[in-house]
C-alpha cells in the first residue's frame, strides 16, 4: 500500500486485527492496534475498541481481551456495551464465574445492564447445563430464575431470546412441564414465541416420550404463523425411528411438504435410514428422488444407507450404479461396500454385461482433469471396483494364497503403518481448515559434564553427549537393566561415537556424573517457589497459546498433542525388541502439513529449513504427519483434541455400530455355531475365532514383523497358548496381550470348541498358529457378510458396554451418592476384568491403605469418646472431651448433639472402610481403559441421570469434554 501511496484507513486496521486474531497472533493484533494512528493519522476511538475486545472474544480469546481493557480504561472510558463484550467474552469459554465478576463491577461503576447484557450472561450461565446432569440441572435451573427475577426488578422486561435461553435448559434437563409453563407465560406477557422457542419445547417433549403434546405444540405453532424448521421435524423423526413408527414418520414427512418446509440433509438422511432398516425400499427410493431434486444432497452418509439398504434386498445392480455415482460426486466408499459388491458380483455368474460398464467408468474416472490427490482417491476406489468386475473372470484362475495375498495387500493400503498417508475414505471433511501448524522440540544444550570409561573422563561431542544423557538420566528405571534395551542403545550410540573412539564396551561406561548432574538440576527447580513456577507455567502457556486452537469452517477447534516428540531412547511396551534404540531428533523437512487453500502456511520454526510438503487435502482430518524414527513403516500424526466435533462424530459411530450388533447378535452366534463341525477346517476355525472373540471379548490380534513385540491376540494364538484340561470342557489360555499385558484364564467352552481346538493342536509343535488357516483380515471380512461394517473390535466394544448396561440396571433407589458410585466402580471393575485390562499395583497403594488405616483408627477413637460422653450426659454428668479448638470443656453437649456427632463419625468410619476395600479390590485394574475406549458414555450419563449421581463422580474432567457429545442423553437410554 505504501508503494502505491494508498493510505491504510480504520477498515484496513480491522480487516488486519481479525486476520491475525484468526491466526492467533493475538500480540501482533495489539501491537497494529497501538500503530493504528500513526498510519490513519486519526485518533483511535471507542468503537475501534470495542471492535478490538469483541473480535478477540469472538476467537476465544477473553483472557487477552481482559488485559487489553484493564490496561486501556484510563483512555476508553468503559460503558455498557464494552462490558457486555467482555461477559460475552468468558461465557464463550465457559466461565460464567469470571462473566458474572464483570457484571458486578458493571453495575457497582453505575453502568445499568441491558436486555442484551442479561441474555449473554443468562446464556453463559445455561451453557454449562451440557456438562452438568442430574442434580445440577436444579442449581443451574434456579440461577437462571434468579437472573430473570432480577432483570424485572431493574424494570427489563426479558425477551423472546430470554425465555428461549431458560427453555433450552429445560429442554436439556428434561423438565416438560417446566418446558409448557414457561411457554404458556410467555403468551400471557404477549411474547411471541420464534421457531427456536417452540423447537426447544417440541425437543424436550419428544424427548420425554409425549408425542401427542409435541404434536399439539406443532400445530399450535403452524396456527400462530410460524413455519416449523426441518429441526422441528427432526425431533418427531429421531423418536419415529427409535420407535419404528414407519406411518407416522410418512405422515409427518407428508405433511413437511404441505407446510412448503424442505427437508434438511439430516431430515433425509434420518429418514432414508429409518425406511432402510425396515426394508421399505420403495419409500426411501421416493425419498432420495426428493433429495436429489431438492439440492439438499447426498453425501456419503446417505449413499452408505441407500447403497446397504439395496444389498440387504439383493438389488446389487443398483448398489453397483450408486457405489459408481458415488464416487463421481467425489465421496469414497468405505472399504465394507466394496467388499459387499465384491462378494456379490462373485456369487453372480450372469452380469459379465454390467461388470464391463463399472471398468468403462472406470476408465472415464482416469480421464477426468483431476488434481493428483483427486485422482490418486478416485483411482483406488474405480480400482476396487474394478476388482468387482473382474472377479468373475479371474475366479477360476486365481489360487487361495494368491487371494490372501491379495486381501493383505488391500487391507495395508488402508492402514497408518503403510507409506500412504492416513485417508477417511468417506469424502470432504471440510472446507476451510487454518492452524498455526506444530511445535518441535528445542535444540540441545551441551551440559559439559564428563562421563568416565574405564574410570577416565571422556571427550563428547554435543551429539554423542545428549544421546549419553538420555541414558544417564534412566539410571534407575528398569529399562536400564534390561539386556536388549542395553544391547540396542550401545549399538546406535557406536554409529554416533564412530569406528575411532574409545568407548567400545557398555560394562566399562560410568554415567554417573551425568546422572547426578541431572539430579542437581531437578532439585533446582524444586525449589523454585511458587510464584516462579506459576511465572514458568504461564510463559510456557503463552508461548504454547497459538499451536492449540485449529479453525475448522469458522469453528475453533481444539488440536490434540501439536508437539513433535523430542529425541531420546525408544522403551516400548512389556519386552518389545527394539527397546533401547535411539528416537532421533525429527527435522522440519520429514513432516508433511494438511491446511485449507488460501491459508497462510504455518511458518518453520527453523531458519533455512522447510516443510517436506504442504498438502490441501480436505478429505483428511490430520494437521502434520511425519515418518515414525523406530517403525518406517508407520506414522506420527497431529489431529485435533479429543474434544473436537470430528472426533465426537466418531467416538458416535463407533458406539452406534456396536449397539447394531445387538439386532444381529443371536442370527451371528447361530451362525458360528452350526460350523462347528463344518469340513472346511477355514470355515471352522473361523467359526471357534468368533465364538471365543465374543465370549471372552478377546482382541482378534494381527500378524507380528520379527522387530514388534511378541504379544498375540485370537488369530495369532501358539498351540502352547491354549490347553485343554483333561476329563472337562475347560480351556486354560495364556498368553501376552496388547501392551504385553498377560492374559490368564480357565474357562469352560461349549463342547464342540473343545473337541474342535484338541483338533487343531494335533500335530502341530510348541510356536506354531492354532489357527493355522486363519488371519484376521479373512475373519472380518466373514465377520462383515453377517453384519455391515462388523469387525473382531466391535464385539468387544459391544460386550463390553451391555455388560455395564446390564450391570447398571438394578435398584439402588436408597443408597448415598457415595455408595452409588462404589456400585458403578464395581460394575466398571467386571468390564475391565472382561477386557483383561491390568495395571501393576501402584507404588503408593501401600502408603494410601496405612493412611486410610490410620485415619479409621482415629475415627474409633473418637467414636468412643463420643459414646462415654453420651452415657455420662444422658446421668446429668459434664463431658470429659475437650474441644480441640479452644482447649476448653464442652458445656452445650446435648444429647442430641452427642447422637448426631456419633452417627457422622459412624458415616466417615463405614466411608473410609468402604475406601478401603475399593482400593484392595482395584489396585491392579485400569478402569479408565474401558471407560475411555469401550463404553458408551451414554450409559454412564444416564445411569447418573436415573439416580441423581453427578456426572463429575465418574467422569474426569478429560472425560467430560470427550464426551460432551453424550451429555444430552435421555436418562431412560439403554444401550
Not at 322 to 347: H, R, S, W
Not at 388 to 402: C, L, P, R, W
Not at 467 to 479: I, L, N, S
Request: glycine share 4%.
Amino acid at each position: 500500500m505504501d508503494q502505491l501511496g494508498d493510505k491504510p484507513t480504520s477498515n484496513t486496521f480491522d480487516i488486519l486485527f481479525r486476520r491475525l486474531i484468526a491466526a492467533g497472533l493475538t500480540r501482533q493484533a495489539i501491537q497494529a492496534f497501538d500503530d493504528m494512528e500513526r498510519f490513519t493519522k486519526r485518533e483511535t476511538d471507542r468503537e475501534d475498541f470495542v471492535d478490538l475486545l469483541d473480535t478477540l472474544c469472538k476467537y476465544g480469546y477473553a483472557k487477552v481481551a481482559t488485559e487489553v481493557f484493564n490496561g486501556r480504561k484510563f483512555k476508553f472510558e468503559p460503558d455498557t456495551q464494552m462490558y457486555t463484550v467482555m461477559i460475552y467474552g468468558w461465557c464463550k469459554l465457559n466461565r460464567p464465574e469470571v462473566a458474572e465478576k464483570f457484571f458486578r463491577e458493571m453495575v457497582d461503576r453505575g453502568f445499568e445492564p441491558n436486555v442484551v447484557t442479561y441474555n449473554v450472561l443468562l446464556n453463559g450461565i445455561c451453557r454449562r447445563t451440557v456438562l452438568h446432569p442430574g442434580t445440577h440441572f436444579e442449581g443451574i435451573i434456579q440461577k437462571a430464575e434468579n437472573l430473570l427475577d432480577e432483570m424485572q426488578k431493574r424494570g427489563i422486561e426479558p425477551d423472546v431470546t430470554s425465555y428461549s435461553i431458560v427453555l433450552h435448559v429445560y429442554n436439556r434437563a428434561h423438565k416438560p412441564d417446566l418446558s409448557l409453563d414457561k411457554l404458556s407465560l410467555m403468551k400471557e406477557k404477549g411474547i411471541f414465541p420464534t421457531v427456536a422457542t417452540y423447537t426447544s419445547v417440541i425437543k424436550c417433549l419428544c424427548s420425554c416420550g409425549r408425542l401427542e403434546d409435541a404434536e399439539e405444540i406443532l400445530n399450535e405453532m403452524v396456527a400462530n404463523g410460524v413455519s416449523p424448521s426441518p429441526t422441528t421435524f427432526n425431533c418427531f423423526f429421531k423418536e419415529f425411528q427409535g420407535r419404528k413408527h414407519a406411518d407416522n414418520a410418512l405422515k409427518l414427512y407428508k405433511k413437511m411438504g404441505d407446510l412448503s418446509c424442505t427437508p434438511s440433509l439430516s431430515t433425509y438422511n434420518i429418514l432414508v435410514g429409518t425406511f432402510s432398516r425396515l426394508n421399505k425400499m420403495d419409500i426411501v427410493q421416493e425419498i432420495w428422488n426428493d433429495m436429489k431434486e431438492s439440492g439438499a444432497g447426498p453425501d456419503s452418509d446417505s449413499y452408505a444407507l441407500l447403497i446397504h439398504g439395496l444389498y440387504e434386498k439383493r438389488r446389487w445392480e443398483e448398489s453397483c450404479e450408486f457405489v459408481l455415482e458415488m464416487i463421481e460426486n467425489g465421496f469414497l466408499p468405505q472399504n465394507i461396500t466394496l467388499e459387499k459388491l465384491y462378494k456379490a458380483n462373485t456369487d453372480d455368474q450372469d452380469d459379465e454385461e454390467d461388470n464391463l460398464t463399472l471398468i468403462e467408468r472406470k476408465e472415464k474416472l482416469e480421464e477426468d482433469n483431476l488434481t493428483l490427490a483427486e485422482r490418486k482417491e478416485k483411482l483406488e476406489a474405480a480400482s476396487a471396483l474394478d476388482r468387482i468386475s473382474k472377479t468373475k473372470i479371474a475366479a477360476k484362475k486365481v489360487t487361495s494364497s494368491s487371494l490372501k495375498c491379495a486381501s493383505k495387500k488391500i487391507i495395508k493400503s488402508r492402514s497408518k503403518s503403510t507409506n500412504l498417508h492416513l485417508n477417511s475414505g468417506a469424502g470432504k471433511k471440510w472446507t476451510t481448515f487454518a492452524h498455526n501448524g506444530i511445535v518441535l522440540p528445542p535444540p540441545y544444550k551441551p551440559h559439559g559434564v564428563k562421563m568416565l570409561y574405564n574410570g577416565e573422563q571422556v571427550e563428547l561431542t554435543p551429539e554423542q553427549e545428549e544421546v549419553a544423557t538420555m541414558f544417564a538420566v534412566m539410571k534407575d528405571t528398569e529399562f536400564a537393566a534390561k539386556p536388549k534395551f542395553i544391547e540396542n542403545f550401545m549399538n546406535d550410540w557406536r554409529v554416533i561415537l564412530g569406528k575411532e573412539h574409545v568407548i567400545k564396551k557398555f560394562h566399562l561406561c560410568d554415567f554417573t556424573p551425568i546422572y547426578d548432574w541431572h539430579q542437581n538440576e531437578k532439585d533446582k527447580k524444586k525449589q523454585l517457589s511458587a510464584l516462579e513456577r506459576k511465572a514458568l507455567k504461564e510463559e510456557k502457556l503463552k508461548e504454547d497459546e497459538r499451536y492449540m486452537w485449529a479453525f475448522v469452517d469458522g469453528k475453533k477447534e481444539k488440536v490434540g498433542n501439536f508437539r513433535v516428540e523430542p529425541p531420546g531412547l525408544f522403551r516400548g511396551r512389556g519386552e518389545h525388541p527394539k527397546m533401547g534404540k535411539l528416537k532421533r531428533r525429527i527435522r522440519p523437512d520429514e513432516i508433511t502439513i494438511n491446511i485449507g487453500k488460501g491459508e497462510p502456511v504455518p511458518e518453520c520454526p527453523i531458519p533455512n529449513e522447510r516443510w517436506k510438503e504442504v498438502k490441501h487435502d480436505n478429505t483428511v482430518t490430520w494437521l502434520a504427519f511425519w515418518k515414525n524414527p523406530i517403525d518406517p513403516k508407520a506414522f506420527k500424526y497431529v489431529f485435533l483434541d479429543d474434544t473436537s466435533s470430528w472426533k465426537g462424530q466418531s467416538d458416535k459411530d463407533k458406539y452406534e455400530k456396536a449397539r447394531l450388533l445387538k439386532d444381529y447378535i443371536l442370527d451371528i452366534r447361530a451362525n458360528y455355531r452350526k460350523d462347528f463341525r463344518n469340513k472346511d477346517l477355514m470355515k471352522q476355525q473361523i467359526s471357534v475365532a468368533a465364538y471365543l472373540i465374543d465370549m471372552l471379548a478377546l482382541r482378534a490380534g494381527n500378524e507380528k514383523d520379527d522387530d514388534e513385540a511378541d504379544t498375540v491376540g485370537c488369530c495369532t494364538l501358539k498351540v502352547e497358548n491354549v490347553s485343554l484340561v483333561p476329563q472337562t470342557n475347560k480351556l486354560e489360555i495364556n498368553f501376552l496381550g496388547k501392551d504385553s499385558i498377560k492374559y490368564e484364564n480357565t474357562v469352560e467352552v461349549d463342547p464342540l470348541v473343545y473337541k474342535a481346538i484338541g483338533e487343531f493342536k494335533k500335530g502341530k509343535n510348541t510356536g506354531e498358529e492354532l489357527f493355522d488357516k486363519l488371519d484376521t483380515y479373512k475373519l472380518n471380512a466373514h465377520l462383515k457378510e453377517l453384519m455391515p461394517g462388523l469387525t473382531a473390535k466391535v464385539f468387544r466394544t459391544y460386550n463390553a458396554s451391555i455388560t455395564l448396561d446390564k450391570l447398571l440396571n438394578s435398584e439402588i433407589m436408597n443408597r448415598n451418592v457415595a455408595e452409588k458410585v462404589v456400585v458403578y466402580n464395581r460394575a466398571n471393575k467386571e468390564v475391565a476384568k472382561l477386557c483383561n485390562h491390568q495395571r501393576s499395583e501402584p507404588k503408593s497403594h501401600g502408603a494410601q491403605m496405612l493412611k486410610l488405616r490410620d485415619n479409621i483408627v482415629k475415627l474409633k477413637g473418637v467414636l468412643d469418646g463420643l459414646e462415654t460422653n453420651l452415657h455420662r450426659v444422658r446421668k446429668g454428668k459434664a463431658p470429659l472431651q475437650l474441644d480441640a479448638d479452644d482447649g476448653k470443656p464442652k458445656k452445650n453437649f446435648t444429647p442430641e448433639i452427642l447422637q448426631r456427632k456419633i452417627k457422622l463419625t459412624l458415616d466417615k468410619i463405614e466411608k473410609t472402610e468402604r475406601d478401603m476395600d475399593l482400593k484392595k479390590e482395584l489396585k491392579t485394574t485400569a478402569l479408565g481403559t474401558s471407560k475411555t475406549n469401550y463404553l458408551d458414555p451414554r450409559i454412564s450419563v444416564a445411569w447418573c441421570k436415573r439416580h441423581e449421581v453427578p456426572i463429575e463422580k465418574i467422569f474426569n474432567k478429560s472425560l467430560l469434554a470427550k464426551f460432551a457429545w453424550a451429555m444430552d442423553v435421555d436418562p431412560s437410554f439403554r444401550f
